[in-house]
């Protein structure tokens, strides 16, 4: 495999801004896309795939990769994290489920911190550049939307909710997350791209993403390896956002001094601190979140960093991070079969791991959340919910209703 990584201009394009870089996506049903305000990668077409199931899935992957750069032939001129041979990376929540896969794009776009690159998996370098200098096509809006339920109905949630609030009190468990699903079918097959740039306007602090038909906007970060350095965002306890600036002031200040939300919030925390202790020194966790504002929801946030200590690459350590409690619930086992016994969901790539790696190990990998499947005219989208002993049923719903919205008005827009 023939690789090439040039500089280009931004070709007066303002590739400092998220929504020019997904501009330059073709009309392709393989786009992919990681982009977080000025900085971002994009691709399309496909050079080369893998896919995996079962627990050995991250190993399986992680094998296969350090084969294929071995192997390839590779010129980098920029040699920045993110330059040279990359993959898109989507994993399953369920080690069970099919549809974990690694997508090497044939062209690549990036931009960071003023530089922008041209990554090409074969020797059309020159023919790659035309093409990026030509007007692209905008996408077609795919009409209607409608709506209906997913796997659950909402009192069919509510009720496994109660459910596992019993359990969480009767001492089964610390923690557990449930989620569910919505469906929509549209008059037009859909363009991934439309969706990305609505998610990209709408929440330009969060990691927009498309990987092999999965597309979301995610405000939680999984892990990011940069050299030496790691980094994990931990979210966990959330309040809606209103028209109101004093009245989100006011739910914040309850959010910071919740029990329930705190103590959520702190078994995300001591799981992704446990899990990271392993191959980091210097661990940095702070005693107290923080609240990260979105524009429809305001979470609680910690920041987790460590200095790495062995070597692991970015696919390595979300192995070892996945599923955080902020995903499945604590005791990690317990709630992962609790899960299994009443969500009656097949959660496919939602909350799994999503991102990018390079070949020098470094990537970014969030959690698949705001997210949903995209298939022609059909989008299922998902959203989950903490439930701790001081849970009530009716107010986990309308936390699921809320965290939709983002998904739902991409979609309307």
């Not at 899990?275 to 609240?291: E, F, K, M, S």
Request: net charge negative; glycine share 8%.
């Amino acid at each position: 495999m023939r690789v090439r990584t040039i500089e280009i201009a931004d070709q007066g394009a303002g590739l400092d801004d998220s929504q020019a870089l997904l501009a330059k996506l073709p009309a392709a049903t393989d786009v992919y896309a990681w982009v977080r305000g000025g900085n971002g990668l994009v691709g399309w077409g496909e050079a080369a795939r893998f896919t995996a199931s079962g627990q050995e899935r991250f190993a399986r992957a992680h094998r296969w990769w350090r084969d294929l750069v071995r192997s390839a032939d590779v010129v980098d001129d920029v040699g920045l994290p993110g330059t040279g041979p990359v993959a898109f990376a989507s994993f399953t929540f369920d080690p069970k489920a099919e549809g974990s896969v690694l997508v090497v794009p044939r062209v690549l776009l990036g931009h960071r911190d003023g530089r922008t690159w041209l990554t090409v998996v074969g020797d059309d370098v020159d023919q790659v550049l035309r093409e990026l200098a030509k007007p692209v096509a905008m996408p077609e809006h795919h009409g209607q939307a409608h709506w209906s339920d997913g796997s659950r109905t909402p009192a069919e949630y509510v009720a496994i909710v109660a459910d596992a609030v019993a359990r969480i009190t009767a001492g089964e468990l610390d923690k557990v997350v449930l989620a569910r699903d919505v469906v929509a079918t549209t008059d037009r097959p859909i363009d991934v791209r439309q969706l990305l740039q609505q998610l990209a306007h709408g929440y330009p602090d969060c990691w927009t993403f498309a990987v092999d038909g999965l597309v979301g906007a995610t405000p939680e970060m999984l892990v990011r390896r940069e050299g030496d350095r790691v980094l994990s965002r931990v979210l966990a306890g959330t309040v809606r956002r209103t028209d109101d600036l004093a009245v989100d002031d006011r739910l914040a200040a309850a959010l910071l001094t919740s029990h329930k939300d705190l103590d959520e919030h702190a078994y995300a925390v001591q799981s992704v601190a446990q899990a990271l202790g392993v191959h980091c020194t210097d661990l940095d966790v702070p005693t107290h979140p923080r609240i990260l504002t979105l524009p429809n929801v305001q979470h609680l946030a910690t920041d987790v960093r460590g200095v790495l200590a062995d070597g692991a690459p970015a696919l390595a350590l979300a192995a070892a991070l996945h599923p955080t409690a902020a995903v499945c619930g604590t005791p990690t086992e317990r709630a992962r079969s609790l899960i299994s016994d009443i969500e009656g969901l097949d959660r496919g790539r939602y909350a799994g791991p999503v991102g990018w790696i390079d070949a020098d190990g470094d990537g970014e990998l969030g959690i698949a959340l705001r997210c949903a499947e995209v298939a022609d005219n059909t989008i299922r989208a998902f959203a989950g919910c903490g439930i701790v002993a001081g849970s009530n049923p009716t107010d986990e719903l309308a936390e699921s209703q809320v965290k939709l919205v983002a998904i739902r008005d991409a979609v309307e827009s």
